[in-house]
């Protein structure tokens, strides 16, 4: 029973709660800005900026005959993916790295290399992350071009079939995401400094009221000084 009374006086209520927060809010404070200042720059003066270019190519299947051109458009959507997966393919980003004298691997250079289809279109959107905007452009125009040659002179039922829609400009700021870095650094850090709020009270083992005394030592408190404030000025 004194147990059970006991783990009942030591529960902490919501207005202990807000009392902790309450006199732990300039260190709270302190550690959500300083960690979101820290987070911003990061994000505006270390992070290295990255652009994204893209264009795209289609799939069509052209079939001839007497009364005019017509396209095939059930192997046009057959052929989608096996033309997408011809675009990241080794032997096409070897001869972009020839081309474009890349100091990479193939593996490195489809790391930051997106090539997407969709089961509605005959599109294939692909696009390159670089640090170097124009190198973005570069590479997109590249793979499309090699991808397109190798295709015509090697795999013959793609020959003709992958065509160019649009070439790439240079590249678009694509990261950092600068604000949302900035967001995050001020949850982490409030999250941190309210972490180290509770954890100071957890080892804060002072006694605050004679309910705790008295629960804690099986005594009765007879007596309680009353907080007050003396003003300056007066005796």
């Known amino acids: 029973m004194n147990e059970q009374q006991h783990e009942h006086e030591s529960e902490i209520s919501l207005l202990d709660l807000y009392k902790i927060l309450r006199n732990n809010l300039v260190l709270i404070l302190t550690l959500t800005f300083?960690?979101?200042?820290?987070?911003?720059a990061y994000a505006f003066l270390v992070?290295?900026?990255?652009?994204?270019?893209?264009?795209?190519?289609?799939?069509?299947?052209?079939?001839?005959?007497?009364?005019?051109?017509?396209?095939?458009?059930?192997?046009?959507?057959?052929?989608?993916?096996?033309?997408?997966?011809?675009?990241s393919m080794p032997v096409v980003l070897d001869k972009v790295?020839?081309?474009?004298?890349?100091?990479?691997?193939p593996n490195q250079l489809k790391r930051n290399l997106t090539v997407s289809s969709s089961n509605t279109s005959y599109f294939i959107n692909v696009s390159y992350i670089s640090?170097?905007?124009?190198?973005?452009?570069?590479?997109?125009?590249?793979?499309?071009s090699a991808a397109i040659e190798f295709a015509d002179?090697?795999?013959?039922?793609?020959?003709?079939?992958?065509?160019?829609?649009?070439?790439?400009?240079?590249?678009?700021?694509?990261?950092?995401?600068?604000?949302?870095?900035?967001?995050?650094?001020?949850?982490?850090?409030?999250?941190?400094?309210?972490?180290i709020a509770f954890i100071k009270e957890m080892f804060n083992n002072t006694y605050r009221s004679k309910d705790q005394l008295e629960a804690a030592f099986g005594i009765q408190v007879l007596g309680v000084i009353p907080e007050f404030e003396v003003k300056e000025g007066k005796v």
């Open 34 to 40: 300083l960690v979101g200042a820290i987070a911003g």
């Open 47 to 87: 992070a290295d900026p990255k652009y994204k270019s893209n264009a795209y190519v289609m799939v069509q299947v052209q079939v001839e005959n007497p009364g005019g051109n017509s396209f095939d458009l059930i192997n046009a959507q057959r052929l989608l993916a096996t033309a997408a997966d011809l675009i």
């Open 97 to 105: 790295i020839e081309e474009l004298e890349l100091d990479m691997t």
């Open 131 to 144: 640090e170097d905007n124009v190198q973005s452009k570069e590479v997109v125009n590249a793979v499309i």
């Open 153 to 195: 002179e090697n795999v013959l039922i793609l020959k003709d079939n992958i065509i160019r829609t649009s070439y790439a400009d240079n590249g678009v700021y694509d990261s950092p995401n600068k604000a949302l870095y900035v967001v995050i650094g001020l949850i982490l850090g409030g999250i941190l400094g309210v972490g």
